[in-house]
């Protein structure tokens, strides 16, 4: 079945520590984001990538950093510079957005999410 | 950026009556998207809706783009219904601003 995965479910940090999670979708779709998700609180956008080795930085990039290598693949990496990581954390995908009108207007998918907390 | 604010914030209904959920944002879009977070986390597609009506079932949504505000209509609620509404808009380049959600419990 088409869809995104993410992995792991749970995933603990130790202070000091570099943490990557996975993106993995095979919808074929051209954009990939990252948001955060913090308790009772609506998602914010860390990182979007439109095409494969390119992406941009959204609303709350610092202390992550992301790659595109391939088109199925955007992992987010939490690095120490990140002093709050503990949140959960969504990734989705979407047909490419391209200019406004034509593809601007595609719907985003999401993964499942992975819950990071700090030891 | 743009502002997405949504009401009501929390809502308790008893199994089998209607609701109306509203999301007011401060700029024109061209992706509107209405989502469920169960109590898993898990974030479900229910409406791509930029402009317009969809039904989709007992839930149905409007969006009126030229007056900035989009409505989501539960009929009949069950228990199921239950969790947090999400309503999330974007521009040119398609990045989802989420509003802060309406959390709904539906009682048996």
């Known amino acids: 079945d088409g869809g995104i995965t993410q992995s792991p479910k749970y995933l603990f940090r130790k202070e000091g520590q570099n943490v990557t999670l996975s993106c993995e979708q095979n919808l074929n779709h051209d954009a990939m984001y990252w948001y955060r998700q913090d308790p009772g609180q609506g998602l914010r956008l860390i990182y979007y990538?439109?095409?494969?080795?390119?992406?941009q930085k959204g609303d709350i990039a610092e202390g992550y950093s992301v790659s595109r290598e391939k088109k199925e693949s955007f992992p987010l990496t939490v690095t120490s510079a990140q002093k709050n990581p503990t949140a959960f954390y969504l990734c989705?995908?979407?047909?490419?957005?391209?200019?406004?009108?034509?593809?601007?207007?595609?719907?985003?998918?999401f993964g499942d999410g992975t819950r990071l907390s700090i030891l | 950026g743009i502002q997405v604010e949504q009401s009501p914030p929390d809502l308790i209904l008893q199994e089998g009556a209607n609701s109306t959920l509203r999301c007011n944002f401060s700029?024109?879009?061209?992706?509107l998207q209405w989502f469920h977070q169960n109590p898993w986390g898990q974030l479900i597609n229910l409406f791509y809706i930029p402009s317009g009506t969809k039904q989709n079932g007992r839930l149905s949504a409007t969006t009126v783009a030229t007056e900035r505000y989009s409505l989501l209509y539960i009929s009949s609620s069950q228990t199921t219904d239950s969790g947090v509404y999400f309503c999330a808009v974007a521009n040119a380049g398609n990045m989802l601003t989420f509003g802060g959600g309406t959390r709904l419990m539906v009682k048996p």
């Open positions: 990538s439109q095409i494969v080795n390119d992406f």
């Open positions: 989705a995908s979407s047909l490419f957005p391209g200019a406004k009108g034509g593809y601007s207007n595609q719907p985003q998918h």
């Open positions: 700029d024109s879009v061209n992706n």
